[in-house]
Structure formats: structure tokens, C-alpha cells
């Protein structure tokens, strides 16, 4: 590991998306009795981004991570990191910094010691030692509580300390598991702009595991939406959220509509893109989507209203829709009302 | 005490006279210038703790105990805390069953064992008693030491073994800079234990005694049967005075609550 770069990267430089991934995952199962965690999964994680793992728990993403961070081992396939074969290195030689969702601070050294303790093993020089353990607490905003016990500290310094003991190592890769999940509400919102100010000043690549999409789409530069061991879908979170590829991701995404299109394709629309006038009436937008139906429940909620209609597809099939409009728009609605429901055509997503 | 809890702080209460009172009685006994074990003591004088102190029977037998107990704890230690780091670390396949063995000295009565190891050993192979007084005391720390430290360990986080070797320590040094000093209070707390069970045994001594393997309790048990005088308080009382040096010694490093926690949780 290259021990003498800096740990703020040139702002000038800026990564290359078309370099070496970080590390990757060649047809990689883990199998646990007759349990498989991780099924043949293949997976690519870019360099100097931030990748997000998500996933319902079981999906295998933790499964992953510690595969990858060398704490268990593939039952098959291979795992590259910078390219070189990884798959037998025990953790010690991989080079990597891991922040695990306990924070798994050392209770007999203090907060300095902690942060020190990876910089001690690669035999720095004290002052080194110290300077770079200085760096990393001020870049979490702890310099000031270097000489503290992890005791001491509340839930979030503790998890600040986790972070800046991963990072004073110049780690190949920044890997996180649901480093979120045991924060409070507000301090969780505030934590993520944390860590994607930290990933950038520093350009690590960074690999994220959490089950909250909202998390995975607010920090991630790249998503891979698990389940059951499988990847269901890897890319941008414009792309996952944009157009998901199956239903599983769509639902995990927060869609709501699921309708059988003409051709036996199922297709899924957000509830803020349906619309809901009065039924006979040729309001809305030409061509497209429009079903008819009655309004089984309207939920009010300041700008916008949440309207359930119970419509009826060309099959005959009932569904159940979540229209999101606008306040002025459901005036004059009124629960049991019949109603089309509309849509344009470009909103309407197949899976 | 916990004033708000009437019920429990009367029975804490209570308790403390059954247990303390009659100690009282023998600590003011150990006092008198009389020669019968009598209360009210006859007048004050530490005639008796003289005597103790220069019967040659106890204090060989104390020494006894106290190379018996020390030896037995060290042994009992070098094999329970690798055994707790296998049972609650490693990939041991049929971990139960082994720790049920390492606890079993808790269940069977100490008589089977201690019979069982003279037949065995100093009958039939004629091994030395010390040896056997040794082993025996040994297999009976084993289970303070294995609990306690278990206890210790697994109220750990497994993460942090883990987190060391992610930083880049190998085992062996995970194990001497992380693990070790996270059990430390477990192990001396183990050890403390395991010296006082050692110290205050009876049965396995009684059974796995020599004429030149006799400890202290035995020798007790031996002088009371014979003569019911003052120095057998004195000597109570001088075991008494030792324990609470030990007992103020583990608080002021360690503490109770964090030795005996181990236990009760």
C-alpha cells in the first residue's frame, strides 16, 4: 500500500471512469449448509466512487462486504482487488479500511490510539503516527477529542472515530457496513453528507452496504440492488430509480403501480405521475394510459393529495392505484366518485 | 441499598445479620484471654492469634494451601483461557458439549471426583498425592475459569478482532494487543476466584490428603475435632482479615462490580 499520499486528493483530479475498477467479483457464490448467501454474482466496483450494496436483509450485500474485506471466504469464483486475485488473502494483507455497523472501537485504547492503531502495525514513525492520526480525526471534525476513551463518546463520534481509523491507512478501499443504521434520525440525514464530503476530499473508493434506498440513492455514485443472493440491477441511481429493471427493484425503489400493458408486459408508473379527472371526460393528456374507476380513499397532505382509485385494466383485472396530485386538483373529488385515471404514455415504465 | 424497595432492602438486610453475626461472634472470640471458645469473650488479650500463629501444623498446612492454590489456579487458567477463546472464538465443531465438560467440575459432587481420582491414581498407580491434590483442584477451577473469562469474552464485540486485522495485525498480534487485554479483567477475576474456591476446599483435600499434603482446612477440621479453644477463631479471623486485603485489593484495581459482573450476567 502506498503509505505517503496524501489524504486529501488533488482537487484537480478527477476519476477516470474508464480506469481499473477497485476491486471485482468473478462468479462469486458463498454457500452456508444448504443456504446460499451469494449466488454467482459478478460485479464490477469503479474506482474513486462511491458504490453503494442494497438490499432487503438476506440479500447476501453483507455477505459480500466480508467476502471482500477477507473475513470469510467464496465458496467459489474469484475476487480481484486493483486487480490483483484477492480470494485467498487473509484481511491483514489486503489493505482495505472497514467500518463495521458496531463501530468495533478497541475500549482500552483512546480515541488517538484507535486511529493509530493500523498506522503503528505499518511501522511509521511516531511522529508520523501521530500526525497522520491528527489528519484523519480533524477531517471527521474530532481533533479535539483525540485523548478521549470510546466510552466517552456518544453514537455518532463513536462512528466519526470508526471512520477516521479506516481512512488514516490510505485504504484501496473504503468499505462501509450499514454505517448508518444505529444513528439517530437527524444525526443518519447528516452523516451522509458526511461521508460523501469525506469520499470526495479524499477520492477513495468507497463501497457502501445499507437496506435504506433512500440512503443508497442520496450518496451513491453507482447502485447494485441485491436480492436473495443475486444482483436484480447495477448502475447510476438516475438509471435504477429512472427505469428499473424488474419488479423486485421497482418496488424496492418505492413504486406503488404495477398494470399488465396490451402485450402481457407488466409496466409501473410513480403515483406523482397519474393523474385523476372526472370519468368520461376527455381531460388529460391524449393517448397513453387511461382506466377507469371509482376513488376507494383520498388522503390529504397540505400540497398534494393521495388518492386510491380501484380501476379496472382492458383485461378486466381490478388494480389498485396511488395517484399523487396536486391539492387543487382534488377539490372536487370525493370518496366512491367514478373517475379515469390518466397518464402519459412517456411515464408509463415496462418492466 | 434501594430505599424505594422496602420488601427487598428488609431481606438485605436480614441477610446481612445471617451471614454477618455469626462471624462477629468468632472475630471476638479470637480476642479473649479465656481458653474456652466462649461469648462474651473473657477479657482481651491476642494470646490466641500467638498460638495460631506458631502451631507448626497450621502454618505448614497454610503453606500448603496457599502453594496448592496458586499452583491449582495458574494450571486451571492456562487451560480454561485457551479453552473459553476456542469455545466462544473458534470454528469448534460441538462447542456445547465441550463446554458442558469444562463445567461439568460444577455439577458432579466433589466427593465422587475426589473418590474417584484416589481410586484411580493412588491406589491403583500409586502417583504421589500432591499430584493428585493438584489435578484435582485444578479440574475443580476449571469451570470459574472458563465461565468468567467466557463471560468477559462474550460480552465482547466479535468486530473487534475483526477491525484489528483489517488494520493490518496478523493473529497472534490481534490476540496480544486486542484480545488479551480485553479479558484481563476476566482473567483476574477468574484467578481471584479460582485462588479463594481453591483455598476454602475441603471435600477434594479431605479425600486427596497426605500426611505432608495437608491444607489448612483439613488441619482446621482435624483441630476441632480434638480441642475447642480460642485459636481456632484466631485463625479464622487472621483468614478473614486476608480475604478483605484481597477483596480491597481487587476493588482498588479492578473492581466488584466489573469482577463479579462477569458472573452475574
Given at each position: ?29 458463498q454457500v452456508f449448509g444448504d443456504f446460499t448467501a ?25 455477505t459480500?462486504?466480508r467476502?471482500?474485506?477477507?473475513y470469510s471466504q467464496?465458496s ?276 | ?74 494450571l486451571a487458567l492456562a487451560v480454561g483461557v485457551p479453552a473459553t477463546l476456542a469455545i466462544y472464538r473458534g470454528a469448534l465443531p460441538g462447542k456445547g458439549l465441550v463446554e458442558g465438560l469444562f463445567l461439568s467440575p460444577l455439577i458432579i459432587p466433589?466427593?465422587v471426583v475426589?473418590?474417584a481420582l ?17 489435578l484435582?483442584?485444578t479440574a475443580l477451577l476449571l469451570p470459574y475459569a472458563v465461565r468468567v473469562t467466557g463471560a468477559a469474552l462474550a460480552g465482547s464485540d466479535v468486530s473487534l478482532e475483526e ?8 493473529p497472534?498480534?490481534t490476540f496480544?494487543?486486542?484480545t488479551?487485554?480485553i479479558l484481563?479483567?476476566g482473567i483476574?477475576?477468574a484467578?481471584?476466584?479460582g ?67 462477569g458472573i452475574?450476567r
Open positions: 500500500m502506498n503509505t505517503t499520499t496524501p489524504l486529501r486528493r488533488n482537487p484537480e483530479d478527477h476519476p477516470d471512469p474508464q480506469s481499473a475498477p477497485a476491486a471485482s467479483f468473478k462468479n462469486v457464490s451469494v449466488d454467482d454474482i459478478s460485479l464490477e466496483i469503479p474506482a474513486g466512487r462511491l458504490t453503494t450494496l442494497l438490499g432487503p436483509s438476506g440479500c447476501g450485500k453483507t459480500s462486504l467476502m471482500l474485506a477477507g467464496p467459489s469464483g474469484t475476487i480481484y482487488i486493483q486487480g490483483e486475485d484477492a480470494t485467498r488473502l487473509p484481511p491483514e494483507r489486503r489493505g482495505l479500511g472497514m467500518v463495521f455497523q458496531s463501530y468495533a472501537l478497541f475500549p482500552h485504547m483512546t480515541v488517538a490510539e484507535n486511529v493509530a492503531y493500523g498506522l503503528k502495525l505499518r511501522k511509521l514513525p511516531r511522529a508520523e503516527q501521530d500526525r497522520r492520526a491528527q489528519e484523519s480525526l480533524d477531517m471527521v471534525g474530532l481533533g479535539h477529542l483525540a485523548k478521549s476513551r470510546p466510552r466517552q463518546l456518544s453514537g455518532g463520534q463513536q462512528q466519526r472515530v470508526a471512520l477516521a481509523r479506516a481512512i488514516a491507512v490510505r485504504p484501496k478501499l473504503l468499505l462501509l457496513d450499514e454505517p448508518l443504521s444505529n444513528l439517530d434520525a437527524r444525526l443518519r440525514v447528516q452523516m451522509r453528507s458526511e461521508i460523501r464530503r469525506i469520499q470526495g476530499e479524499t477520492g477513495l473508493s468507497v463501497v457502501l452496504v445499507t437496506h435504506d434506498q433512500d440512503e443508497a440513492l442520496e450518496m451513491s455514485d453507482e447502485m447494485v440492488v441485491m436480492r436473495e443472493g443475486k444482483i436484480m440491477q447495477q448502475g447510476a441511481p438516475q438509471e435504477v430509480f429512472g427505469a428499473p429493471a424488474n419488479r423486485f427493484v421497482a418496488e424496492f425503489m418505492g413504486y406503488e403501480n404495477f398494470l399488465s400493458s396490451s402485450d402481457g408486459a407488466t409496466l409501473t408508473v410513480r403515483p406523482e405521475h397519474l393523474g385523476v379527472v372526472p370519468a368520461g371526460t376527455s381531460q388529460g393528456p391524449l393517448g397513453g394510459l387511461r382506466l377507469q374507476g371509482h376513488i376507494l380513499d383520498l388522503a390529504y397532505r397540505g400540497v398534494d393529495v393521495l388518492v386510491t382509485v380501484s380501476a379496472r385494466e382492458a383485461n378486466g383485472r381490478e388494480v389498485r392505484l396511488m395517484c399523487d396530485i396536486r391539492a387543487e386538483a382534488a377539490r372536487e373529488l370525493q370518496r366512491g366518485d367514478q373517475v379515469d385515471v390518466v397518464a402519459p404514455t412517456a411515464s408509463l415504465i415496462e418492466l | 441499598m434501594n430505599t424505594r424497595k422496602p420488601v427487598a432492602a428488609a431481606l438485605a438486610i436480614v441477610g446481612y445479620i445471617v451471614m454477618l453475626v455469626p462471624i462477629l461472634f468468632v472475630v471476638a472470640t479470637a480476642f479473649t484471654s479465656g481458653s474456652t471458645l466462649r461469648f462474651p469473650p473473657e477479657g482481651l488479650s491476642f494470646q490466641w492469634f500467638d498460638a495460631a500463629l506458631s502451631y507448626a501444623p497450621f502454618t505448614g498446612a497454610l503453606l500448603t494451601s496457599l502453594q496448592l492454590a496458586v499452583a491449582s489456579t495458574f466433589e466427593l475426589g473418590l484416589y481410586q484411580q491414581l493412588i491406589i491403583t498407580f500409586r502417583v504421589d498425592n500432591w499430584p493428585v491434590l493438584l484435582g483442584h477491525a484489528a486485522r483489517g488494520l493490518g495485525a496478523s497472534l498480534r496480544f494487543t486486542i488479551l487485554p484481563r479483567p483476574f477475576s484467578a481471584l476466584l485462588f479463594i474456591t481453591s483455598f476454602n476446599n475441603v471435600p477434594l483435600s479431605l479425600l486427596l490428603q497426605s500426611r505432608e499434603s495437608r491444607t489448612l482446612p483439613i488441619t482446621m477440621l482435624d483441630y476441632v475435632q480434638q480441642s475447642y479453644d480460642p485459636m481456632i477463631a484466631a485463625t479464622s479471623t487472621l483468614i478473614l482479615a486476608a480475604t478483605m486485603v484481597i477483596a480491597v485489593i481487587a476493588e482498588r484495581t479492578v473492581g466488584f462490580a466489573k469482577i463479579f459482573g452475574n
